[in-house]
């Protein structure tokens, strides 16, 4: 398909597992954006990247959250030794270009459930 | 951080158009103000954005204030699948974040 791709869709840890999040952008887009929305939030800025260069991780909760983005295409946003309050789902978006003129295209999530 | 704010929730009846006000008085001169929605279980989808004038496309209407503090996105004919959590994004100087807020989620009735 020609939109941005998160796997899994549901993810279900044990509290103290690590787990690794998986964006694939739409081809040749630079951005790509991470964010983290809890149940009847909005979803709040974790990190972004232009090509493979991280720009920005303020939005990153702590130093058990770690993005990369290797080859400037595939993201995987890691969470190390997992606690309930992570549960959330977590949304990639990719632009063409980085600018504020720029639309974001959303994957659907990934649904993180800590137990 | 440019902060939004918008109501919590709306109503409106299916076929009417609808009108949903945003708040960024923190915004800077050169950001672009975006409209996204969310429909339940799925990320969100761009809607329109603009900057200074008024903005149309297919799906709405952009009104944007002239002293910029405010913007009003327009939904000409609601429909059922309207029916969804909007946000408006004011941009942040300096970053390409898009900070989203709350949102208004909107209800269409029948």
């Known amino acids: 398909g020609a939109g941005v791709s998160q796997s899994p869709r549901y993810k279900v840890a044990k509290r103290g597992q690590d787990v690794a999040l998986r964006c694939d952008p739409i081809?040749?887009?630079?951005?790509l954006f991470w964010y983290q929305q809890a149940l009847g939030q909005g979803p709040e800025f974790l990190t972004y990247f232009q090509n493979e260069a991280q720009l920005d991780k303020s939005g990153l909760p702590s130093d058990r959250f770690f993005a990369e983005r290797p080859e400037g295409s595939v993201s995987t946003l890691k969470i190390q030794r997992t606690q309930q309050e992570d549960s959330a789902v977590y949304l990639c978006?990719?632009?063409?270009?980085?600018?504020?003129?720029?639309?974001?295209?959303f994957g659907s999530g990934t649904q993180l459930s800590v137990l | 951080d440019a902060k939004t704010t918008q109501p919590n929730s709306m109503e409106s009846n299916e076929e009417e158009p609808v009108h949903l006000p945003c708040n960024h008085s923190?915004?800077?001169?050169?950001?672009?103000i975006h409209w996204y929605r969310q429909l339940p279980s799925q990320g969100p989808e761009y809607v329109i954005h603009g900057l200074t004038s008024n903005v149309n496309n297919r799906m709405a209407s952009l009104a944007i204030a002239e002293d910029r503090k405010s913007s009003t996105l327009i939904l000409h004919r609601a429909t059922l699948r309207d029916a969804a959590v909007y946000y408006c994004i004011g941009g942040t100087s300096g970053t390409y974040k898009y900070i989203f807020g709350t949102g208004t989620r909107l209800k269409v009735l029948a």
């Open positions: 081809s040749g887009h630079v951005s």
């Open positions: 923190t915004i800077s001169g050169t950001d672009y």
């Open positions: 978006a990719s632009s063409l270009k980085m600018g504020f003129n720029e639309k974001l295209f």
